[in-house]
T-cell receptor, first 111, second 112 residues
Framework: SQQGEEDPQALSIQEGENATMNCSYKTSINNLQWYRQNSGRGLVHLILIRSNEREKHSGRLRVTLDTSKKSSSLLITASRAADTASYFCATDGNAGNMLTFGGGTRLMVKP | GAGVSQSPSNKVTEKGKDVELRCDPISGHTALYWYRQRLGQGLEFLIYFQGNSAPDKSGLPSDRFSAERTGESVSTLTIQRTQQEDSAVYLC??????????FGAGTRLSVL
């Protein structure tokens, strides 16, 4: 079953705008990760935030984590057409190094 | 190799036939995972191998699904008597540290 739920399910923006995606989860976690998927194929790891961290940056990516609300957000600044992809959050709980993936947000960045 | 390799990249089969999907993990990665992804949906965990420990098969949807892994190398996922509902992309991932998973490009299975 999917623990994470992404919001929105789909997002369409213009190049240069910022894109924000949200993820909610249900149980306690060790860390939360964001992955990107192009064209329904393999996922690529973007960023990991640990349960004791509140914010993390990597290039144009900014991730926040609020464990009290069991939610995370992924912000992509100054988006580019090449950012068009599906983005998934994945939670790493206490169940033997499993990752539980959400349903994803499909992002389209129009040039 | 440089990344996780899966083969075949596409497989079309007839209902009732058996299929075997292959995954070559990144060398040195002790953990290997299989996931299923239906069109437009998230990833559904199938099975997890960790070293020589007994695999976690809790995600396998039926007894038609099975997987093997020899040591820390190649894994095969076998689906017997395929059904149309088995049509999906099957993704393999291997893990290094902190459960960051490295994915293959997947096998797109179409059951006619």
């Amino acid at each position: 079953s999917q623990q994470g739920e992404e919001d929105p399910q789909a997002l369409s923006i213009q190049e240069g705008e910022n894109a924000t995606m949200n993820c909610s989860y249900k149980t306690s976690i060790n860390n939360l990760q964001w992955y990107r998927q192009n064209s329904g194929r393999g996922l690529v790891h973007l960023i990991l935030i640990r349960s004791n961290e509140r914010e993390k940056h990597s290039g144009r990516l900014r991730v926040t984590l609020d464990t009290s609300k069991k939610s995370s957000s992924l912000l992509i600044t100054a988006s580019r057409a090449a950012d068009t992809a599906s983005y998934f959050c994945a939670t790493d709980g206490n169940a033997g190094n499993m990752l539980t993936f959400g349903g994803g947000t499909r992002l389209m960045v129009k040039p | 190799g440089a990344g996780v390799s899966q083969s075949p990249s596409n497989k079309v089969t007839e209902k009732g036939k058996d299929v075997e999907l292959r995954c070559d993990p990144i060398s040195g990665h002790t953990a290997l995972y299989w996931y299923r992804q239906r069109l437009g949906q998230g990833l559904e965990f199938l099975i997890y191998f960790q070293g020589n420990s007994a695999p976690d098969k809790s995600g396998l949807p039926s007894d038609r699904f099975s997987a093997e892994r020899t040591g820390e190398s190649v894994s095969t996922l076998t689906i017997q008597r395929t059904q149309q509902e088995d049509s999906a992309v099957y993704l393999c991932a291997s893990r290094r540290v902190e459960n960051i998973q490295y994915f293959g490009a997947g096998t797109r299975l179409s059951v006619l």
